[in-house]
């Protein structure tokens, strides 16, 4: 058997296998079948950054991705950028998307436009479970998204929560907003804590399996131990101002205290603490902030809980391995790297079944908005564990039914692992 039948025996077999996805951001359906939307939409998930990456003027980029306007002007706009990107694992994964779901067999206005008269007829109530579950065969997905909160759709999705509002939390508009928000009045650094605390808590009760910390984006992962007199110090001040409050560096200490306390509820309830590590969406930003080993203190000191760290830590992917070979746990995430760099996807995946047990690592989740969107990143997904597990065959480092097996766990057994799932 040559290699590509190999992988095709191999993928084939995959395919039969019930997939966790670990990340989803996927907006409610009521609110999907409630307006239209389009083929172009859809490049508003990452193919939007490349656009941006390859010269074209946001202000542009945004025009591309409205779907109140038609689709031929916009693709007049789009169809310069086009040969310039469509080699990236994001147009890719869109490409995919239209072609297999609506039949777009090329790039063109009128191919586009009969594409999304496909995809508007099929916007309907049942959409999702006939993406997920009929054409994807996901059991379940967990989902961040912090809009709608615990409230989903239970047979596709469980949710993961955020307690951002109170880890940032830095003036005194942002702490009357909390007390009006979570219907308590927040006077003190107890207060604030206390709020952070029962909002984890009620989330668990109402079915949250996570809390995420996206903070990377915006601050560096280096959470300190800070005192209880120090945070507190920190927060007085905030009263000390009508309106300006903290400034972000001098607000750290305060966060860290506060991501302290809200890690040690997560844990109390059981929950998994996910963070963002590596790629921030968007570009623009710095990458060294978010260098998973900055979380190497919390490994330490919080033995009982479990950590899921995203996205590969890419750049910064064989430390990410690492983390996850030293700590029980510490779970290494491929959530969104496949449409990152598939190729790139392909060799960590081969370094990290070299390097960590492979119940350690979780091999998709989707980070999308639009449902379609997942079909095409699980597509290149399974194909990527295709091919890494049918090298290891081909070299003999594994059997076809060993390579199996991890494929289980990779799609399935891992994230259920980490994420306490019964399926």
Avoid at 64 to 76: G, L, T
Avoid at 272 to 287: D, K
């Amino acid at each position: 058997m040559n290699s590509k039948e190999l992988t095709m025996e191999i993928l084939t077999e995959i395919e039969k296998i019930e997939v966790i996805d670990s990340h989803a951001h996927i907006y409610p359906e009521s609110e999907r079948v409630a307006r239209d939307t389009d083929v172009l939409e859809m490049i508003d998930n990452y193919v939007i950054g490349d656009l941006c990456a390859a010269g074209c003027p946001p202000q542009v980029a945004q025009k591309i991705v409205n779907p109140k306007e038609e689709i031929a002007p916009r693709w007049e706009l789009l169809a310069p950028y086009w040969p310039k990107i469509r080699n990236g694992s994001y147009a890719r994964m869109w490409t995919r998307t239209v072609k297999d779901l609506f039949g777009c067999e090329e790039m063109s206005a009128a191919a586009l436009a009969e594409a999304t008269e496909k995809m508007r007829q099929a916007n309907k109530p049942g959409w999702y479970k006939q993406v997920l579950k009929d054409r994807c065969n996901i059991a379940i997905s967990v989902l961040d998204n912090s809009d709608v909160g615990t409230d989903c759709d239970r047979e596709l999705f469980v949710p993961a929560i955020r307690a951002t509002q109170f880890i940032e939390a830095r003036t005194k508009q942002q702490i009357e907003e909390l007390s009006a928000n979570t219907d308590r009045g927040i006077h003190s650094l107890d207060d604030l804590v206390n709020a952070a605390q029962s909002h984890i808590s009620q989330a668990h009760a109402e079915g949250a399996v996570a809390l995420k910390v996206g903070q990377a984006y915006r601050r560096t992962l280096q959470y300190d131990k800070v005192t209880g007199a120090e945070a507190e110090r920190l927060f007085n001040r905030i009263f000390a101002h009508l309106g300006e409050g903290l400034s972000w560096a001098e607000a750290k200490p305060l966060q860290d205290y506060m991501l302290h306390k809200c890690l040690q509820a997560a844990m109390e309830n059981g929950m998994t603490i996910i963070f963002h590590t590596g790629l921030q969406a968007g570009g623009n930003n710095l990458i060294t902030n978010t260098n998973p080993t900055l979380l190497t203190n919390l490994f330490l000191e919080y033995k009982q809980a479990r950590f899921d760290l995203f996205h590969a830590g890419y750049p910064y992917a064989r430390e990410c391995g690492v983390l996850a070979k030293y700590f029980p746990n510490v779970w290494a995430d491929l959530a969104w790297a496949h449409i990152i760099s598939a190729a790139g996807t392909r060799q960590i995946l081969a370094d990290w079944l070299d390097l960590i047990p492979a119940n350690k690592i979780i091999g998709f989740g989707g980070d999308l908005r639009h449902v379609e969107l997942v079909y095409g990143h699980l597509y290149e997904a399974r194909r990527n564990i295709a091919q890494v597990l049918a090298d290891r065959v081909a070299r003999g480092d594994d059997t076809e039914k060993e390579a199996l097996r991890v494929a289980q766990f990779l799609l399935h057994d891992s994230p259920a692992e980490a994420f306490n799932l019964s399926l």
